[in-house]
């Protein structure tokens, strides 16, 4: 069958979906991976075919222009929607219009959509599967008739509190040539999927949304409650196009306790609100009898102005290889670190102060395997306390082997295609759509 795969131009939201990509091909299927350009050169590097569409996504200005006072006012606001005293009506109504304006929008924008739907028509998938957050994949697969999942690297917090947001609003009203309602009228996201999907001639359904199934590689412990088709699938770390090298050192056991610092390649750049300043975390494990891998960029390592004894900077290691060899982790709470330390049975200190990262980590030391520091709260004493607790007590290693386990328990990628290959075969209607109604200007337009 044909597959294409896509997400919009970040590496870790595209990370996720290439060990899958992988069993696709080894299947023998054809797969294509669609992106806007920015993200061509590490689609080719994962040794996958490119498409590109549309123009890049100013996510730079994006994260500007919602400003670091709206994101910090989001980090002390729970997802969670078992939490109804936080996820308050008035916060998911701003998160919508917000989120919509700001963001699905930006990173689904006009020439994107348009570019993918002419794409999937001259090629003609069997199934699409679509990162989360690219709901062009959504419209291309239900412009053409084909079958489409989503593929999800963190838990789905998103949909939880979509279904959350809809219950509030109530129903949507009917349409009056007697098909079925469209997106209700304060519903932002679906009004402007409405909108979109209305301008390449088909209706609104909430499939746009929440795909026809998901595919998920969170462990079950981390999984809000579901009532959509769900595909379990064990992650299998892939941590992007650098050089994926063993260095000398790493073939050695170290001879002290060996602990991994890394920032990511997003949420570290000086113009990300609330990135951890490098040099603090230093100072914190300065002096501890452990060994330290630092991974550091050039320009990262300009913003030192001591580097302990005890620390080793690396530009890049695959964390793969890396993190088996290490008794903790201290990272920035991003969803393919703090996987890949899942996976591995290691014990972690994530920093994550925004959205799903928060959940996470709450999640990570509600069940014994890991500590949750905002980056906000981060000082050196803090950080220091809750390694040295980390390191000595063995608890939080056999919660953190535990749910290694119960990752490992999940379908490989190649034992899921038989899965994908039969539900495409249920979900795929060439031809078969329905025609669009009416629809009104989106919210976010």
């Not at 570019?115 to 001259?122: G, S």
């Not at 746009?208 to 595919?215: D, H, I, P, R, Y």
């Not at 009898?289 to 320009?299: F, G, H, P, R, S």
Request: net charge negative; glycine share 8%.
């Amino acid at each position: 069958m044909r597959v294409l795969l896509t997400s919009f131009a970040m590496d870790a939201h595209f990370n996720g979906s290439v060990p899958l990509a992988w069993a696709l091909r080894s299947a023998g299927h054809e797969v294509r991976v669609a992106s806007q350009p920015a993200l061509t050169g590490s689609i080719t590097a994962a040794g996958l075919t490119a498409v590109p569409v549309g123009t890049d996504p100013r996510l730079d200005d994006m994260v500007k222009g919602v400003g670091g006072e709206v994101l910090s006012h989001h980090a002390n606001q729970s997802l969670d929607p078992e939490d109804p005293g936080r996820l308050t009506p008035a916060f998911l109504r701003g998160w919508d219009a917000m989120m919509t304006a700001t963001f699905f929008a930006l990173v689904n924008d006009d020439p994107t959509v348009d570019d993918l739907v002419a794409f999937a028509r001259a090629w003609k998938p069997d199934l699409v599967l679509w990162e989360p957050f690219t709901f062009a994949g959504a419209v291309a697969a239900m412009a053409t008739g084909a079958a489409h999942a989503r593929v999800l690297s963190f838990p789905d917090l998103f949909l939880s509190m979509r279904r959350a947001f809809l219950a509030q609003l109530g129903p949507a009203a009917a349409d009056p040539a007697g098909g079925p309602p469209g997106a209700h009228p304060e519903d932002c996201l679906g009004q402007w999927l409405q909108w979109t999907l209305g301008r390449h001639g088909v209706a609104f359904d909430e499939q746009a949304v929440t795909g026809q199934w998901s595919v998920d590689q969170v462990p079950r412990s981390f999984r809000p409650p579901s009532d959509g088709p769900t595909v379990g699938m064990r992650y299998i770390p892939y941590n992007g196009p650098g050089p994926a090298v063993v260095p000398d050192w790493l073939r050695t056991p170290p001879e002290r306790p060996r602990v991994c610092v890394t920032l990511g390649l997003t949420a570290r750049t000086s113009e990300f609100p609330n990135a951890v300043p490098v040099d603090l975390v230093l100072k914190a494990i300065d002096g501890l009898d452990i060994e330290v891998v630092a991974t550091l960029d050039a320009e990262e390592r300009t913003l030192l102005t001591h580097v302990p004894d005890n620390v080793r900077l690396v530009d890049h290691v695959p964390l793969h290889a890396l993190l088996p060899t290490c008794a903790a982790v201290v990272h920035h709470g991003g969803a393919g670190t703090w996987s890949t330390a899942l996976v591995e049975g290691v014990p972690q200190i994530a920093m994550g102060w925004i959205w799903d990262a928060i959940e996470r980590a709450r999640r990570q030391q509600e069940l014994g395997a890991g500590l949750h520091l905002p980056s906000h709260e981060v000082t050196v004493e803090g950080l220091r306390s809750r390694l040295v607790r980390l390191l000595e007590e063995p608890s939080f290693t056999a919660a953190a082997a535990r749910l290694r386990a119960e990752a490992e328990s999940e379908r490989s990628p190649a034992e899921v295609v038989p899965v994908l290959e039969r539900l495409t075969a249920q979900h795929h209607a060439h031809g078969r759509r329905r025609p669009a109604g009416g629809g009104s200007t989106p919210c976010a337009s």
